[in-house]
């Protein structure tokens, strides 16, 4: 089952996050994604994995979101940025890192979306929680009408 929920955060708490994601400050790291011809590929800021906070700001995260998502323990936290392309390109379906839960929050809105093997595909729309369970195959997109595509996966008990 995919729940979706719009408006997530309070505007004035996406409002800061979403300039901070979006703006210079944030350290990118170029992540290929393995494919037979190897069109695929992102940048990415990994705020918490392997039992460790990896980026400054993981406070910031744990305490938005861990409450509002009822979070026992985290996974992986990670930031995605899917560069503009000329036309959609769907990456890979997927299953994440070994968890219970799984959440996707879109931090800008763009013509890109979250798609499933076995559900409806879910528009970029700024503020937007996507939950789902970790046994759902999906995967995300590119865009093609603005400069990127950004969003926070998250994994979780």
Not at 39 to 45: N, P, W
Not at 111 to 130: L, Q
Request: proline residues 4%; hydrophobic residues 30%; charged residues 25%.
């Amino acid at each position: 089952m995919v729940r979706v929920v719009d408006d997530f955060l309070p505007l004035d708490v996406f409002n800061k996050m979403s300039d901070w994601i979006m703006g210079e400050e944030i350290t990118w790291r170029y992540a290929p994604i393995v494919d037979e011809d190897d069109r695929y590929s992102q940048y990415c800021h990994i705020v918490y994995k392997d039992d460790v906070p990896y980026s400054d700001h993981w406070n910031n995260f744990n305490h938005t979101f861990s409450d509002s998502l009822s979070v026992q323990s985290w996974v992986r936290i990670k930031v995605n940025s899917k560069t503009r392309t000329e036309s959609i390109l769907e990456y890979p379906l997927h299953y994440d890192d070994p968890c219970e839960k799984i959440a996707f929050f879109n931090i800008n809105t763009c013509n890109g979306y979250t798609y499933f093997e076995d559900h409806e595909p879910v528009p970029s729309i700024a503020n937007r929680m996507i939950l789902f369970r970790r046994d759902m195959k999906h995967g995300g997109t590119s865009t093609s009408n603005s400069s990127r595509r950004i969003g926070i996966n998250f994994n979780y008990y």
